[in-house]
């Protein structure tokens, strides 16, 4: 038993391929195959507990200086996060698949933390061409929301009817507005402030995210034959990196 959760854990953390993997065990290929999907169904199921969204008081509990300063009604940081696929050979899979951002097909997921950096929330994954504003609906990211709270997201997520509906409020960094001119864009010099507040607090999201990342099978290009494992993979990563150390501490 010890020895097949190292074998996931080495494949899972270390991208190690199962050929590898099947001369360190002294186990086939395909045992290697059928051992990691069977565990890491297994892992996302038991710690699935480990991805809970708190309640209010706990979260302005272990809120850190920065948000008390200057968003201290924030309850979740929200961000879209990618991994890349192999090439599918269908042409609407393809399709699908093709993220414009990335300029490759990938797989993309919502995923929403806490102030103090701990993943609150993991969607599934879905085709890398799905918008934020679908994901953020169709993962049912919004039931979790109640009146007064408010979440902290970046220009793409084009979500603040929805989140009206639902009595809370959206922050995120203010858009452009043409010169009076007519020549060029600009902001002005309390939306440059605002924008830098914003910038300086949602980097936690981003490094959450590149903590996901350190989960080489999520860093790399996923196999097509893996395609139906990657939810759960992503969800036990985010799971073990709420076990790591607060991203942004208390009082910082």
């Known amino acids: 038993m010890k020895e097949e959760f190292v074998l996931v854990m080495l494949k ?114 879905w085709s890398g061409n799905v918008s934020d504003r679908k994901i953020t609906v169709d993962s049912k990211f919004l039931d979790l929301i109640s009146p007064g709270d408010e979440v902290m997201a970046d220009r793409g997520f084009q979500i603040k009817d929805l989140l009206t509906l639902k009595g809370a409020y959206l922050n995120m960094p203010p858009f452009t507005h043409e010169r009076r001119n007519g020549k060029g864009r600009v902001l002005s010099s309390k939306q440059i402030l605002e924008t830098r507040k914003i910038a300086s607090l949602r980097i936690h999201v981003e490094r959450a995210i590149r903590r996901l990342k350190s989960y080489k099978m999520l860093a790399g290009i996923l196999p097509l034959n893996m395609k139906n494992l990657s939810s759960a993979m992503l969800r036990v990563a985010a799971a073990f990196c709420n076990f790591m150390p607060p991203l942004s501490k208390k009082f910082k």
């Open 12 to 125: 899972l953390r270390l991208g190690l391929d199962n050929a590898t993997l099947s001369v360190l065990f002294n186990v086939s290929v395909g045992y290697v195959s059928t051992l990691f999907g069977t565990w890491i169904n297994f892992l996302a199921q038991i710690l699935n507990p480990v991805i809970k969204w708190p309640s209010k008081e706990k979260i302005l509990k272990h809120m850190p200086l920065s948000f008390k300063l200057k968003y201290p009604n924030t309850t979740s940081i929200i961000d879209c996060t990618e991994v890349f696929i192999q090439k599918p050979k269908n042409c609407s899979a393809q399709a699908s698949t093709w993220s414009n951002y990335k300029s490759h097909n990938t797989l993309k997921a919502l995923v929403a933390i806490q102030p103090n950096g701990a993943f609150t929330f993991v969607s599934k994954f």
